[in-house]
């Protein structure tokens, strides 16, 4: 089955650490997402990536960093100058313009971050 | 800078009603627009994509979609209690960046 396998589930960041979460599709999308969603807050876009080996800055990038060095894979690591990491990441990945028309995006399942 | 606004609830229907759910958006040229539902502690799903003024149809759910009025709404039939979820919308970004705008979302109860 196509889809988008964001792992690990769960993750606990130490002070000072520098942690990856991994974001993977096998949808053939060329386009991949990173969110950021805080309890009843909305979806924050930290980092996004339109082709491969190519990224741009979301709204919130500043303690984050992303690689696209392939197509399917588009992993996230939250670095230690983000000094509150604790929040549900969200990977998504889209076509992006079909007939000229942005697509949709389509979820993982998420990874939730939190500092021990 | 572009806008998609939705009412943040709680909205609350009983089962077997239609639930109706409101967003506008602030950018005139916006082409296509997405209705997610999201369970607590979930991540969204894509439940309507509607690319066109007027109504779309799926199963309980149809989408409308009014340009001149810059709204696109989403009704449900015969709520469900599982039908409980906030629900998001989304519109494109500025460009051709296949970005998209979110609102905030509304929380939807459905009560047996």
């Known amino acids: 089955d196509g889809g988008i396998t964001q792992s690990p589930k769960y993750l606990f960041r130490k002070e000072g650490q520098n942690v990856t979460l991994s974001c993977e599709q096998n949808?053939?999308?060329?386009?991949m997402y990173w969110y950021r969603q805080d309890p009843g807050q909305g979806l924050r876009l930290i980092y996004y990536?339109?082709?491969?080996?190519?990224?741009q800055k979301g709204d919130i990038a500043e303690g984050y960093s992303v690689s696209r060095e392939k197509k399917e894979s588009f992993p996230l690591t939250v670095t230690s100058a983000q000094k509150n990491p604790t929040a549900f990441y969200l990977c998504?990945?889209?076509?992006?313009?079909?007939?000229?028309?942005?697509?949709?995006?389509?979820f993982g399942d998420g990874t939730r971050l939190s500092i021990l | 800078q572009k806008e998609v606004e939705q009412n943040s609830g709680p909205l609350s229907v009983p089962e077997g009603a239609i639930a109706s759910l409101n967003c506008t958006y602030s950018?005139?040229?916006?082409?296509?627009f997405f209705w997610y539902r999201q369970y607590s502690g979930k991540s969204p799903e894509l439940i309507m994509s509607?690319?066109s003024n007027g109504d779309k149809e799926d199963g309980r759910f149809t989408a409308q979609l009014n340009k001149a009025s810059q709204y696109v709404s989403l009704l449900i039939r015969d709520s469900q209690p599982s039908d409980s979820a906030t629900y998001l919308c989304?519109?494109?970004?500025?460009?051709?960046?296949?970005?998209?705008?979110w609102g905030l979302g509304t929380s939807l109860a459905v009560n047996p």
């Open positions: 998504a990945s889209s076509i992006g313009r079909g007939g000229g028309t942005t697509q949709p995006q389509h």
């Open positions: 989304a519109a494109p970004g500025a460009g051709n960046n296949r970005k998209l705008i």
């Open positions: 950018d005139r040229g916006s082409q296509s």
């Open positions: 990536s339109q082709i491969v080996n190519d990224f």
């Open positions: 949808l053939n999308h060329d386009a």
């Open positions: 509607i690319y």
